[in-house]
């Protein structure tokens, strides 16, 4: 999953050309292929990314397809409201894409099918990484959605600031000094009073929330009952004690002061994901006027949690009359070896496929981050998300604790039992079957 800052997508359809068989066969799906019948997969998704992937990669390596591929590209903001009302009949797509925060959404609908009955695609799923996996798993055990990308998250942080204030030389230092939430509060107490409060720790309240959604033991919703994790009560004491002690910038989350904080020397570092470091803190190290970069300033440590943050799964249609053709569209984007790993090396981007992270993450000098390895610290992280407590309600649910709870008691607005009642009341509202205490 990838996002720019300062970019809006217009939704666009793409018409991608696949050479086109005159077989007047019957195909697997009962469509007819050939002149009177041209078969099209249709893909709907929220990244341009997919255009990409199909046009340099997917369609060079299988340069005799017998059907033509059309991929939809709407805004992340629009893509929900456009897909759910046709998912389920007989306009709906025959692949969607789902971002991170909404898959388990679609993963739960009953209206993708089960990637395991294709057998190349089944035997292929067991180099994927399992947290992955269980993302794209419902509550019946069938696999349903698959992603081509892995998207843990670290801390990104100036490395001069690292240096100057606290006197450490290397992301080891600074993991073991930021390793637990309190050791992440002193670090922070520290650089603000080493630069007269001049440098904030974080940019705001999601350099938090990510990481300790993750580490949940519960999440928000079992068995249909609303979960308040312990974690929750820490996330909301430490965010107020850090704003109330003026050691977070409080950037509303990728505002222009949030991105802003990536070029000046306001803020000391950021917890990102993997695509974050490409597309977030990398096009927005110089600032706007050209007059500072922080590129190659730039450090990262795994920091208090391990945690994943967005991806993009993609899923086969029940209503798809092209099952197979998508299908295969799905294992080469998802699971195949040779295109997962060139991909890795073209972007950068962390893959899906164990094999080829084992294989590939030994080689890797990122330049912006002063030649450190980040490839393979995130690898390492990999195997330690719990993916369990990722459910259907979490964009929503999410949101609504930010904006109810999360946001208002770290100001100052609310006291603590009234961001937990204003927080359940808004779940209400929003799910009036669930079951809250």
Same mark, same amino acid.
């Given at each position: 999953m990838k996002r720019r800052?300062?970019?809006? =997508?217009?939704?666009?359809?793409?018409?991608?050309?696949?050479?086109?068989?005159?077989?007047s066969?019957?195909?697997?799906?009962?469509?007819?292929?050939?002149?009177d019948k041209e078969k099209t997969v249709e893909i709907w998704s929220f990244t341009d990314e997919i255009s990409t992937m199909i046009n340099d990669y997917y369609l060079p390596s299988h340069p005799d397809l017998d059907y033509k591929i059309n991929v939809v590209t709407t805004p992340t903001e629009q893509f929900e409201a456009k897909l759910d009302p046709i998912l389920g009949s007989k306009d709906a797509p025959d692949v969607v894409l789902m971002e991170g925060?909404?898959?388990?959404?679609?993963?739960?609908?009953?209206?993708?099918?089960?990637?395991?009955?294709?057998?190349? =695609?089944?035997?292929?799923?067991?180099?994927?990484?399992?947290?992955?996996?269980?993302?794209?798993?419902?509550?019946?055990?069938?696999?349903?959605?698959?992603?081509?990308?892995?998207?843990?998250?670290?801390?990104?942080?100036?490395?001069?600031?690292?240096?100057?204030?606290?006197?450490?030389?290397?992301?080891?230092?600074m993991q073991e000094t930021i390793s637990t939430w309190d050791g992440f509060y002193e670090t922070a107490k520290k650089i603000d009073e080493a630069s007269n409060g001049e440098l904030d720790m974080i940019s705001g309240i999601e350099d938090l929330s990510f990481p300790f959604y993750s580490t949940r033991e519960k999440g928000w919703v079992v068995d249909n009952q609303l979960e308040i994790d312990n974690n929750i009560t820490e996330l909301l004491e430490l965010a107020?004690?850090?704003?109330?002690?003026? =050691?977070?910038?409080?950037?509303?989350?990728?505002?222009?002061?949030?991105?802003?904080?990536?070029?000046?020397?306001?803020?000391?570092?950021?917890?990102?994901?993997?695509?974050?470091?490409?597309?977030? =803190?990398?096009?927005?190290?110089?600032?706007?006027?050209?007059?500072?970069?922080?590129?190659?300033?730039?450090?990262?440590?795994?920091?208090?949690?391990?945690?994943?943050?967005?991806?993009?799964?993609?899923?086969?249609?029940?209503?798809?009359?092209?099952?197979?053709?998508?299908?295969?569209?799905?294992?080469?984007?998802?699971?195949?070896?040779?295109?997962?790993?060139?991909?890795a090396?073209?972007?950068?981007?962390?893959?899906?496929?164990?094999?080829?992270v084992d294989e590939i993450k030994g080689g890797f000098s990122e330049e912006f981050l002063g030649g450190q390895n980040h490839y393979e610290q995130f690898a390492d992280q990999i195997d330690s998300i719990d993916a369990s407590i990722v459910t259907e309600y979490d964009q929503t649910l999410n949101t609504l604790f930010n904006d109810s709870a999360l946001i208002p008691y770290s100001k100052g607005e609310i006291k603590l039992d009234q961001a937990i009642d204003d927080f359940k009341n808004a779940a209400k509202n929003a799910y009036p079957d669930l079951e809250i205490d």
């Amino acid at each position: 999953m990838k996002r720019r800052w300062g970019i809006l =997508l217009t939704a666009s359809m793409v018409t991608l050309l696949a050479a086109c068989g005159n077989s007047s066969e019957e195909s697997a799906n009962g469509k007819e292929n050939g002149n009177d019948k041209e078969k099209t997969v249709e893909i709907w998704s929220f990244t341009d990314e997919i255009s990409t992937m199909i046009n340099d990669y997917y369609l060079p390596s299988h340069p005799d397809l017998d059907y033509k591929i059309n991929v939809v590209t709407t805004p992340t903001e629009q893509f929900e409201a456009k897909l759910d009302p046709i998912l389920g009949s007989k306009d709906a797509p025959d692949v969607v894409l789902m971002e991170g925060n909404f898959a388990k959404k679609y993963v739960e609908s009953g209206m993708l099918t089960d990637l395991n009955q294709f057998s190349s =695609l089944s035997e292929n799923l067991e180099n994927t990484y399992d947290y992955v996996k269980e993302v794209g798993t419902n509550k019946d055990g069938v696999q349903v959605a698959n992603a081509w990308q892995a998207a843990p998250g670290a801390f990104f942080y100036r490395d001069s600031f690292a240096k100057e204030y606290l006197g450490i030389e290397t992301p080891e230092e600074m993991q073991e000094t930021i390793s637990t939430w309190d050791g992440f509060y002193e670090t922070a107490k520290k650089i603000d009073e080493a630069s007269n409060g001049e440098l904030d720790m974080i940019s705001g309240i999601e350099d938090l929330s990510f990481p300790f959604y993750s580490t949940r033991e519960k999440g928000w919703v079992v068995d249909n009952q609303l979960e308040i994790d312990n974690n929750i009560t820490e996330l909301l004491e430490l965010a107020k004690k850090m704003n109330e002690e003026g =050691l977070m910038l409080d950037a509303p989350p990728q505002s222009e002061a949030y991105f802003s904080g990536m070029s000046n020397n306001k803020v000391f570092g950021y917890s990102l994901p993997t695509w974050g470091l490409h597309f977030w =803190l990398k096009p927005n190290a110089e600032s706007s006027d050209a007059s500072n970069s922080t590129e190659g300033d730039w450090k990262m440590a795994k920091g208090p949690a391990t945690y994943f943050r967005g991806g993009t799964w993609m899923g086969v249609t029940e209503t798809s009359d092209t099952k197979e053709a998508a299908a295969d569209i799905v294992e080469y984007l998802t699971t195949d070896p040779e295109f997962l790993k060139q991909w890795a090396e073209d972007t950068g981007d962390v893959v899906s496929n164990r094999t080829v992270v084992d294989e590939i993450k030994g080689g890797f000098s990122e330049e912006f981050l002063g030649g450190q390895n980040h490839y393979e610290q995130f690898a390492d992280q990999i195997d330690s998300i719990d993916a369990s407590i990722v459910t259907e309600y979490d964009q929503t649910l999410n949101t609504l604790f930010n904006d109810s709870a999360l946001i208002p008691y770290s100001k100052g607005e609310i006291k603590l039992d009234q961001a937990i009642d204003d927080f359940k009341n808004a779940a209400k509202n929003a799910y009036p079957d669930l079951e809250i205490d």
